[in-house]
């Protein structure tokens, strides 16, 4: 780093601990977060903000993000945004968290009943296994960002779905935030989901802003029992204006499974940070997303998916269209531990440019260190393939025409994997409208 830039840096990080006293000291966070609150403001001391030469940092510039004085948000949100955003399907099963900050007056579980027990996260850290698996997260925390999350923790939410339990309904999890366009603001939202023995959820995160000039750092848990298994779909649907960054841990029990679909809209700067353990055997994981990515978007995936038992399968397959100055990248790399024989692992990245001033970054890789495993990876990148114009030319179409088809069906292949129709029809609607410039 040069001098210029490391004062820069050094300065943001002083500006962050003095926001954190206080924090400390106006916000008053309850007791039980008080021991999480503190070590993971040291394990931030520890870390650091990331440089551009910073292992997991290595494609993604947060120059900007760093420099910026965020306040801590507070705002409030009228029910008629909250009924925009709400899927049909949920519209009795969704939770709302504004600001980080679980709102129960403009939730409605009621199609839920009982099904679901939703346990305030300070109640839930009185269980010794939550208490200390959060513990364990700061502990060994290495993506800053996950860290400033616990340091600024105050509120939070278990969903814990008890053995042999099936929701009724999709849940929807909609993390708002209220922007400011006075000055920018930050939230740190956190919610654990616990399924155990043979329990099944269908579950729709959608994170969404009333006004731009605001950063979301949002870490979700997911701990999935013994033949239990989790349906996922997460849309990343932020104000062009804001930064995202979002951490998902997700740890696989005997024979569970966690199936996910993204969609990332883009923004200033997003940044997805999946870490997958896949503990005991014939735990499987697929892993699938999209985004589209105009103007000077950015949508960046950072995955580690840890294979730590035999007979285990992990499938990954993301898709990226960039037009204008846009910007994505894919850092993926699936650790094959000893004794995790007969994995089976698959990894694929597509990138469709459609400007000369896009950028795309991609970064495959294994670590294997067992001996009976089946793994590929691969990646490409590429433009509109000129032979399919032309037939579609052929055919009497416009040029304009023909090549919102053939980007509307590279990004379509993994839309349609989505399992919740409601959602499919809005990106359909929605995120679809971005390829018809």
Same mark, same amino acid.
């Given at each position: 780093?040069?001098?210029?830039?490391?004062?820069?840096?050094?300065?943001?990080e002083?500006?962050?601990?003095? /926001? +954190?006293?206080?924090?400390?000291?106006?916000? @008053?966070?309850s007791?039980?977060?008080?021991?999480?609150?503190?070590?993971?403001?040291?394990?931030?001391?520890?870390? &650091?903000?990331?440089?551009?030469?910073?292992?997991?940092?290595?494609?993604v510039?947060? @120059?900007?993000l760093? #420099?910026?004085s965020?306040?801590?948000?507070?705002g409030?949100?009228s029910?008629?945004?909250?009924?925009?955003?709400?899927?049909p399907?949920?519209?009795?099963?969704?939770?709302?968290?504004?600001?980080?900050?679980?709102?129960?007056?403009?939730?409605?579980? #009621?199609?839920?009943?009982?099904?679901?027990?939703f346990?305030?996260l300070e109640?839930?850290?009185?269980?010794?296994?939550?208490?200390?698996?959060?513990?364990?997260?700061?502990d060994?925390?290495?993506?800053?960002?996950?860290?400033?999350?616990? %340091?600024?923790?105050?509120?939070?939410?278990?969903?814990d779905?008890p =053995?042999?339990?099936?929701?009724?309904?999709?849940?929807?999890?909609?993390?708002?935030?209220?922007?400011?366009?006075?000055?920018?603001?930050?939230?740190?939202?956190? *919610?654990?989901?616990?399924?155990?023995?043979?329990?099944?959820?269908?579950? $729709?995160v959608k994170?969404?802003?009333?006004?731009?000039n605001?950063?979301?750092?949002?870490?979700?848990?997911?701990?999935v029992?013994?033949?239990?298994? *989790?349906?996922?779909?997460?849309?990343?649907?932020?104000a062009?204006?804001?930064?995202?960054?979002s951490?998902?841990?997700?740890?696989?029990?005997?024979?569970?499974?966690?199936?996910?679909?993204?969609? #990332?809209?883009?923004?200033?700067?997003?940044?997805?940070?999946y870490?997958a353990?896949l503990?005991?055997d014939? %735990?499987?994981?697929?892993?699938?997303?999209?985004?589209?990515?105009?103007?000077?978007?950015?949508? +960046?995936?950072?995955?580690?998916?840890? +294979?730590?038992?035999? +007979?285990?399968?992990?499938?990954? @397959?993301?898709?990226? $269209?960039?037009?204008?100055?846009?910007?994505?990248?894919?850092?993926?790399?699936?650790? *094959?531990? /000893?004794?995790?024989?007969?994995?089976?692992?698959?990894?694929?990245?597509?990138?469709?440019?459609? #400007?000369?001033?896009?950028h795309?970054?991609? @970064?495959?890789?294994?670590?294997?260190?067992?001996?009976?495993?089946?793994?590929?990876?691969?990646?490409?990148?590429?433009?509109?393939?000129?032979?399919?114009?032309?037939?579609? &030319?052929?055919?009497?179409?416009?040029?304009?025409v023909a090549?919102?088809?053939?980007?509307?069906?590279?990004?379509?292949?993994?839309?349609?994997?989505?399992?919740f129709?409601?959602?499919? =029809?809005?990106?359909?609607?929605?995120?679809?409208?971005k390829?018809?410039?």
């Amino acid at each position: 780093m040069t001098t210029t830039v490391a004062e820069s840096q050094d300065r943001a990080e002083s500006a962050l601990l003095d /926001q +954190h006293k206080k924090f400390l000291g106006d916000t @008053k966070p309850s007791e039980v977060f008080l021991p999480l609150n503190e070590s993971a403001i040291k394990r931030f001391e520890t870390l &650091k903000f990331p440089h551009r030469k910073h292992e997991m940092y290595t494609f993604v510039n947060t @120059k900007d993000l760093v #420099s910026t004085s965020f306040a801590l948000s507070s705002g409030t949100v009228s029910q008629d945004f909250i009924a925009k955003h709400v899927y049909p399907g949920c519209e009795n099963s969704y939770l709302v968290m504004v600001d980080g900050v679980y709102k129960e007056s403009l939730s409605d579980c #009621s199609g839920i009943g009982s099904a679901i027990n939703f346990v305030s996260l300070e109640d839930a850290v009185s269980q010794p296994d939550i208490e200390k698996y959060l513990a364990g997260t700061v502990d060994g925390e290495n993506d800053v960002f996950a860290c400033i999350n616990s %340091a600024f923790l105050r509120q939070g939410l278990l969903i814990d779905l008890p =053995e042999k339990t099936q929701a009724p309904t999709p849940l929807q999890i909609l993390y708002v935030s209220s922007g400011s366009p006075a000055q920018p603001v930050t939230s740190h939202p956190r *919610v654990i989901v616990r399924l155990g023995l043979m329990a099944e959820l269908k579950l $729709i995160v959608k994170y969404a802003g009333v006004q731009g000039n605001y950063f979301v750092n949002c870490v979700q848990d997911i701990l999935v029992g013994e033949d239990a298994g *989790v349906t996922y779909t997460q849309v990343q649907a932020d104000a062009t204006d804001a930064w995202h960054c979002s951490k998902t841990r997700i740890v696989l029990g005997r024979n569970s499974r966690f199936f996910a679909t993204n969609a #990332s809209y883009g923004n200033k700067l997003t940044r997805h940070h999946y870490e997958a353990r896949l503990k005991e055997d014939g %735990a499987e994981l697929r892993l699938n997303g999209v985004s589209i990515l105009t103007d000077e978007e950015q949508v +960046h995936n950072f995955i580690r998916i840890h +294979h730590e038992a035999p +007979h285990c399968t992990s499938n990954q @397959k993301f898709k990226n $269209i960039v037009n204008d100055k846009g910007r994505s990248s894919m850092d993926g790399t699936v650790i *094959v531990n /000893q004794g995790a024989q007969l994995t089976s692992s698959d990894q694929l990245i597509n990138n469709l440019m459609l #400007s000369d001033n896009a950028h795309a970054d991609n @970064k495959p890789n294994l670590m294997i260190f067992a001996d009976d495993v089946k793994c590929t990876h691969g990646a490409t990148i590429g433009q509109i393939d000129e032979d399919q114009m032309f037939y579609l &030319k052929t055919r009497g179409l416009s040029e304009k025409v023909a090549k919102e088809l053939l980007t509307r069906s590279f990004a379509e292949s993994i839309i349609q994997m989505i399992a919740f129709p409601a959602v499919v =029809e809005d990106l359909e609607n929605t995120f679809l409208k971005k390829l018809e410039a």
